[in-house]
């Protein structure tokens, strides 16, 4: 069973949106980090978004800074992810994790050590 329960993702027209949610089961999310990654077909993962758990600070890939917000619901469990403004270049498999013990930007995929199953995000022009 995945410790990490994604929902939300869709297919949705350019200029849409959708909310990503992401919630623990078992654990509290915790660490020094909560972040999103995505991953196209023929790319690499990226970060998306990370959230620093101690003062909540958040960080963004540039191509979606003022369009995505990260936030968490500690009474929820659940990370989320807001996305606006949804552009094609969106389009990928999106996965939240978490248990980072590096902070920093919470960017880095490869400093984590539990993700979820991800939820495909389709944007069509």
């Known amino acids: 069973q995945a410790r990490l329960v994604e929902s939300g993702g869709g297919s949705v027209q350019a200029g849409g949106s959708l909310t990503l949610s992401c919630t623990a089961s078992?654990?509290?999310?915790?660490?020094?980090?909560l972040g999103w990654f995505r991953q196209a077909p023929g790319k690499e993962r990226e970060g998306v978004a990370g959230?620093?758990?101690?003062?909540?600070?958040?960080y963004y890939k540039k191509s979606v800074k003022g369009r995505f917000t990260i936030s968490r619901d500690i009474a929820k469990n659940t990370l989320y992810l807001q996305m606006n403004d949804l552009k094609p270049e969106d389009t990928a498999m999106y996965y939240c994790?978490?248990?980072?013990?590096?902070?920093?930007?919470?960017?880095?995929?490869?400093?984590?050590?539990?993700w979820g199953q991800g939820t495909q995000v389709t944007v069509s022009s």
């Open positions: 959230f620093v758990i101690e003062g909540g600070a958040t």
């Open positions: 994790a978490t248990d980072n013990i590096y902070g920093g930007s919470c960017l880095i995929d490869n400093e984590y050590n539990t």
């Open positions: 078992g654990f509290i999310l915790g660490n020094k980090c």
